[in-house]
């Protein structure tokens, strides 16, 4: 079966300090995969997502970027964290067609 | 542009109470609609779908849905809830094929009273 790992689950950050959130997924080949942000209130964000390795579209412009080194591996990053960047990110994944998003279990980002 | 609103922040219920949670979406076509559950400390789960067919789907946990197209709504319903289904809902709509067209409503936190 296919499982999703994102890590860490929590992270307290200086601002001005760069990011790097991780997600993996396991049990399933060239999955499209997602990064949202979760904002207490207003639902998800959808930030980026990749069809594939090294394809990349974004959805908001903003101080994060993300990257898709492998198959199944999708990272989060910014070279500098605003304060603005405090939230929940969560890390999904589907099949073309399933219409059917899993999730992982989410980070928690806090920019002191 | 897509949207999606449900009716309660926040709902709170005693066990044995009937729940429904209200969600209305904004767009002229042909819609995918689902709810998503996430437990306290766990991940977002997909609760129930309706991509076509019945307008009435039962879900997990006794969960249904209804799809009423003429007030564009996909209201979530649970005869009686229990104190294991404190959790935020979420309602979503994706006019395409594709992952990337989700759109999310804001979620209902509901919280049953033992």
């Known amino acids: 079966s296919q499982t999703i790992h994102q890590w860490p689950a929590t992270l307290v950050q200086p601002v001005g300090s760069p990011l790097s959130l991780e997600c993996t997924v396991e049990?399933?080949?060239?999955?499209?995969l997602y990064w949202y942000r979760q904002a207490a209130g207003r639902g998800l964000q959808l930030l980026f997502y990749?069809?594939?390795?090294?394809?990349i579209s974004s959805e908001v412009p903003q101080n994060l970027s993300a990257s898709r080194p492998q198959d199944r591996q999708f990272i989060l990053s910014s070279k500098k964290l605003l304060l603005s960047d405090s939230g929940f990110y969560l890390c999904?994944?589907?099949?073309?067609?399933?219409?059917?998003?899993?999730f992982g279990n989410g980070t928690r980002l806090t920019v002191t | 542009a897509q949207s999606v609103s449900q009716h309660n922040h926040h709902v709170i219920l005693s066990e044995a109470a009937s729940l429904e949670l209200g969600c209305n979406y904004s767009y002229g076509g042909t819609v995918n609609l689902f709810w998503y559950v996430q437990y306290p400390g766990q991940h977002l789960q997909l609760l129930l779908k309706y991509f076509s067919g019945d307008p009435l789907v039962k879900g997990i946990k006794g969960f249904e849905a209804e799809f009423i197209k003429s007030k564009f709504s996909f209201n979530l319903r649970k005869p009686s809830v229990q104190w294991s289904d404190t959790a935020e809902y979420f309602c979503a709509v994706n006019a395409g094929n594709y992952g990337q067209n989700f759109v999310f409503g804001p979620g209902t936190r509901l919280s049953v009273l033992p």
């Open positions: 990749s069809v594939g390795i090294g394809q």
């Open positions: 049990g399933t080949s060239n999955p499209n």
């Open positions: 999904a994944w589907d099949r073309d067609r399933s219409l059917a998003l899993h």
